[in-house]
């Protein structure tokens, strides 16, 4: 059994959904970054190109080259994803 830490109550509810998650990645071990599970940093390129493509015409954020290859890289770094700017 995992024991969360406490939660300040007065994050927002996604900034403490973010918490409890990082909280049970923690406690469990689990890979926190796309290098952790195995991605080369080179395959970044390739997965912004795959992912452009799929993009749904209706996705609620504008997704371009830069700002995926920006997500992309924190991820692949195991940035905590609250710090990423997704504009």
């Known amino acids: 059994f995992i024991r969360p830490s406490p939660i300040v109550t007065d ?47 209706g996705n609620p954020v ?3 080259k830069e700002n995926l290859t920006a997500l992309l890289s924190a991820a692949f770094h195991g940035a905590n994803p609250s710090s990423i700017d997704s504009q």
């Open 11 to 57: 994050t927002p509810r996604n900034g403490r959904n973010l918490i409890a998650l990082n909280q049970l990645y923690h406690g469990v071990g689990a890979p926190k970054s796309l290098g952790e599970l195995g991605m080369p940093e080179k395959g970044i390129a390739e997965a912004v190109e795959r992912v452009l493509a799929a993009v749904p015409r």
């Open 62 to 64: 504008k997704v371009t």
